[in-house]
C-alpha cells in the first residue's frame, strides 16, 4: 500500500507562491493517479487538481491558471505549485492516491494533510 507525506505549506501574503510536494513510498509510484484536496473549517473537502497515471491534470474552476500539477514518477513525487493565492485558498490540503488498478469501492491512500495560509 502506498504511503503519502505533504510538504511545504504553510502562512504566504495574497498574491503570492507556494509549492506543496506529495512523497510517496511503499509502492509502484507510476500505476498511481494523484489528486490534490483541500478543506477549510466547516467546509467539504472538494478536489482541486488531479493527474493522471499518463500525466493528464484537470483543475478545479477556481484554479486553473493559477494552480500546476505535476509528476516526477522517478522520484515518487508529486508537485502542487500554486500562484497568485488568494485568502480563498486557505485550507488544509491533502494528497491522495488511486491505482489504475484498484477495484471498484476502494477509496485509495491519504495523506495527513498540510496546512496552507493566505493572509496579510
Known amino acids: 500500500q502506498i504511503h503519502l507525506v505533504e510538504s511545504g505549506g504553510g502562512l504566504v501574503q495574497p498574491g503570492g507562491s507556494l509549492e506543496l510536494s506529495c512523497s510517496a513510498s511503499?509502492?509502484?509510484?507510476?500505476?498511481?493517479?494523484i489528486a490534490w484536496h483541500r478543506q477549510a473549517p466547516g467546509d467539504q473537502r472538494e478536489l482541486v487538481a488531479r493527474?493522471?497515471?499518463?500525466?493528464?491534470?484537470t483543475y478545479a474552476d477556481s484554479v486553473k491558471g493559477r494552480f500546476t500539477i505535476s509528476r516526477d514518477n522517478a522520484k515518487y513525487t508529486a508537485t502542487l505549485q500554486m500562484n497568485s493565492l488568494k485568502p480563498e485558498d486557505t485550507a488544509v490540503y491533502y494528497c491522495?492516491?488511486?491505482?489504475?488498478?484498484?477495484?471498484?469501492?476502494?477509496?485509495?491512500?491519504w495523506g495527513q494533510g498540510i496546512q496552507v495560509t493566505v493572509s496579510s
Open positions: 511503499g509502492s509502484m509510484f507510476s500505476i498511481y493517479n
Open positions: 493527474i493522471t497515471t499518463g500525466g493528464s491534470a
Open positions: 491522495h492516491a488511486l491505482s489504475d488498478f484498484a477495484p471498484p469501492g476502494v477509496s485509495g491512500s
